[in-house]
């Protein structure tokens, strides 16, 4: 596998930051990914695995090497009566995946529609989205650790998911190459429809006996009225993570802002919608020269064109600041920035 030198990332991150990477490759199956890892250039560089670039911020040139993982492919490895254990590539783009398993008629992933991004990025910080994570319908994966460049087996127990967490953000950040995944999915469906406006647009679409494809089309149609489209605007989907706070917070902020939202996480603490704390400081369609906050979605930060991650960096500092000092909830970013 050739290596290509000074190459620009900006098709390969979706907020569409001009920055260059000393040293860039694709692979396309696990022996590339091996025989790149051995290469002595490889070695003496750190490396930065992009899948659909849709989780990144970069705020400067990558001094390192930018390895795109292409590994495709979808099969069945075995089924019973309720679940179909299904493998697939880390390259494989993830919305296109979950419409493959509908066509299959396999539920779990229909709530996960839309999400941006690769299967293999997917288990890294644990994708999740109206009532459904993707730790829900995991099984396990294969990765490649960096070092060695050996294969390893990961269950979802030694994946350590939390809230849009893994192993893979915490004590093994920048170990491991994903290149597989595979899910267990259901042959009969449990409908998970009380998240978010699921049922109102059930409804509006006069669906009373909803099956996993609608409840993916009110998705679909839920996120494009909200999330600008990256090809046309640069974004990253969902900038901040939903802070959890505890339950006693929670009870002084209502007595202040009675309309705050929140959803129960535990008997100790809720979820607090980041949006509408951002919404409520006035930034949702904020425009500062060329980026700011979407107007239709203030979790969403967008490059207008020819920004830099810098700019964008410092807006999310601004708005965490500006969180913090409302209603004394810091926020955290749930994009990775480099």
């Not at 449990?190 to 993916?216: C, F, H, R, T, W």
């Not at 996120?223 to 990253?236: F, H, M, T, V, Y």
């Not at 939202?261 to 535990?266: D, F, K, N, Q, R």
Request: glycine share 8%; charged share 20%.
């Amino acid at each position: 596998m050739k290596l290509q030198s000074d190459i620009s990332l900006k098709l390969y991150n979706t907020f569409g930051i001009d920055v260059k990477a000393s040293f860039f490759a694709r692979f396309n199956n696990v022996q590339e990914l091996q025989e790149l890892l051995q290469q002595p250039e490889v070695k003496q560089e750190q490396i930065l695995v992009l899948g659909g670039g849709s989780n990144l911020l970069f705020t400067k040139d990558f001094d390192g090497v930018a390895l795109q993982n292409g590994i495709k492919g979808i099969e069945v490895l075995r089924q019973n009566e309720e679940y179909v254990y299904v493998k697939a590539g880390g390259g494989e783009i993830w919305h296109e995946f979950v419409l493959r398993m509908l066509e299959q008629n396999l539920g779990g992933v229909e709530n996960l529609s839309l999400i941006p991004g690769t299967v293999g990025a997917a288990p890294l910080q644990n994708i999740g989205a109206y009532g459904v994570e993707l730790k829900d319908v995991f099984y396990e994966l294969e990765a490649v650790e960096i070092s060695s460049a050996q294969t390893r087996i990961f269950s979802k127990e030694e994946c350590q998911f939390g809230y849009r967490e893994s192993v893979f953000k915490n004590e093994l950040k920048g170990q491991y190459i994903v290149t597989s995944v595979t899910f267990k999915l259901h042959r009969k469906h449990n409908l998970n429809i009380s998240y978010g406006a699921i049922k109102s647009i059930l409804d509006e679409m006069q669906v009373k006996q909803p099956s996993i494809q609608d409840v993916s089309a009110a998705v679909c149609q839920i996120r494009s009225s909200k999330l600008p489209d990256p090809k046309q605007i640069g974004n990253a989907g969902s900038f901040f993570k939903n802070p959890e706070i505890p339950i006693a917070l929670f009870k002084a902020l209502k007595e202040q802002y009675p309309e705050i939202p929140a959803y129960p996480v535990s008997d100790i603490s809720v979820k607090v919608p980041a949006g509408w704390l951002i919404e409520q400081c006035g930034w949702k369609g904020k425009v500062i020269e060329n980026y700011g906050v979407h107007k239709n979605q203030a979790l969403v930060l967008v490059n207008y064109g020819g920004a830099s991650g810098a700019d964008i960096q410092k807006l999310a500092c601004t708005i965490i600041d500006s969180v913090e000092e409302t209603f004394g909830i810091r926020l955290h970013p749930e994009v990775n920035i480099i």
